[in-house]
């Protein structure tokens, strides 16, 4: 079985950077695309970022164009979300995802069990 675990969340000061981890477990992901969403309280669940097999990325939110980036290292089975300047307006709960097709879509067939990110002073 897949299991995805998150890492890295945590209190951070408006401006600021985080960078947030997602290990893979149980299987190899090389050829999935994997991906981070986000929830914000009171708001519905929301893609960031994904990044497909090939190594393409697609910017599932506009607003963290500039600011956030996504990376993969398949030889540690993990994906990272690099974050800066952040808002807080990007206070979220954060959750890895993986899908089984290699292409970037909004359906992911796998998901962590997410990491708070407060960006508050």
């Known amino acids: 079985q897949v299991q995805l675990v998150e890492s890295g969340g945590g209190l951070v000061q408006p401006g600021g950077s985080l960078r947030l981890s997602c290990a893979a477990s149980g299987r190899t992901l090389d050829y999935y695309a994997r991906a981070w969403f986000r929830q914000a309280p009171g708001k519905e669940r929301e893609g960031v970022l994904c990044?497909?097999?090939?190594?393409?990325?697609?910017y599932f939110a506009d607003s963290v164009k500039g600011r956030f980036s996504i990376s993969r290292d398949n030889a540690k089975n993990t994906v990272y979300l690099q974050m800066n300047s952040l808002k807080p307006e990007d206070t979220a709960v954060y959750f890895c995802?993986?899908?089984?097709?290699?292409?970037?879509?909004?359906?992911?067939?796998?998901w962590g069990q997410g990491t708070q990110v407060t960006v508050s002073s």
């Open positions: 995802a993986a899908r089984v097709g290699g292409a970037c879509h909004r359906s992911m067939n796998y």
């Open positions: 990044i497909s097999s090939s190594g393409g990325i697609t």
